[in-house]
């Protein structure tokens, strides 16, 4: 079984900054590409950031230059920091990794989420 535990979501005025992070652990070989997705009310998840296990990074047009995904191979964790948030901004972010677990298995997991909410 693979587990990921999220944390770092909550309320901040526009403007602000928040750091999302996400533990992996459980019965794995491998992990893959790590990303972060986010889902609004009333609209379809979302890709925001993705970061391959080389370092190579993906971001959605809407947050380049506000984000960085970020990833410590060692310690099995992927973050996201984000600047400058905007209102537009306020939603249920989820973790997604990719992980290859000993038998070569390999599989997506998700995280629970955690809410982002952005005021004005």
């Known amino acids: 079984q693979v587990q990921l535990v999220e944390s770092g979501g909550g309320l901040v005025q526009a403007g602000g900054s928040l750091t999302l992070s996400c533990a992996v652990s459980?019965?794995?070989?491998?992990?893959?590409?790590m990303g972060w997705y986010r889902q609004a009310p009333g609209k379809q998840r979302e890709l925001v950031a993705a970061?391959?296990?080389?370092?190579?990074?993906n971001y959605a047009d809407s947050v380049k230059d506000r984000f960085t995904i970020s990833r410590d191979n060692a310690k099995n964790t992927v973050d996201l920091q984000m600047n400058s948030l905007k209102p537009e901004d306020t939603a249920v972010y989820y973790c997604?990794?990719?992980?290859?677990?000993?038998?070569?298995?390999?599989?997506?997991?998700w995280g629970q989420g955690t809410q982002v909410t952005v005021s004005s």
């Open positions: 997604n990794v990719d992980v290859t677990i000993p038998s070569g298995y390999e599989d997506r997991y």
């Open positions: 970061i391959t296990s080389g370092g190579r990074t």
């Open positions: 459980g019965s794995i070989f491998s992990i893959n590409a």
